[in-house]
């Protein structure tokens, strides 16, 4: 993973997880990478690895089970909560970008349907 450099890594990192679990990259209840892992994997400090998980439990998307690790969350409604406010911040990161090209949210959603053609 590339990072940027504006944005904190554990951010990015955690950003990369969120999107794995709201797409069924990884599914409910799956154990993820231990914290030593997860640095390896993004070439992060363990401490950073461990600040990824943390802010993830108060999400609720992961849940940490001592001496067994870190899962997915099994709860299929917190998961597609998460899924439907990454969807909304997106359209209205879109729609704002679309302001700031002075278009409407009505011109917008004609160019969206005519690349849908």
């Known amino acids: 993973m ?3 450099a504006n944005r904190p890594i554990w951010l ?3 950003n990369a997880l969120e999107t794995d679990i709201i797409t069924g990259r990884r599914k409910p209840g799956e154990k993820l990478p231990g914290g030593r ?4 994997r993004f ?3 363990p401490n950073t690895a461990a600040r990824v998980y943390q ?10 089970r001592r001496g067994m690790g870190t899962f997915v969350t ?24 679309m302001a700031q090209l002075g278009e409407t949210p ?12």
């Open 12 to 14: 990015q990192v955690m």
């Open 74 to 97: 099994g709860d299929e409604t917190v998961i597609a909560s998460a899924r439907n406010d990454f969807i909304r911040q997106t359209v209205k990161n879109f729609l704002q970008r």
């Open 55 to 64: 802010e993830l439990e108060k999400t609720g998307l992961c849940e940490t």
């Open 2 to 4: 590339e990072f940027d």
């Open 43 to 45: 070439e992060i400090n």
């Open 37 to 40: 892992d997860l640095a390896l």
């Open 106 to 117: 009505q011109s917008a959603a004609r160019m969206i349907l005519r690349e849908e053609e």
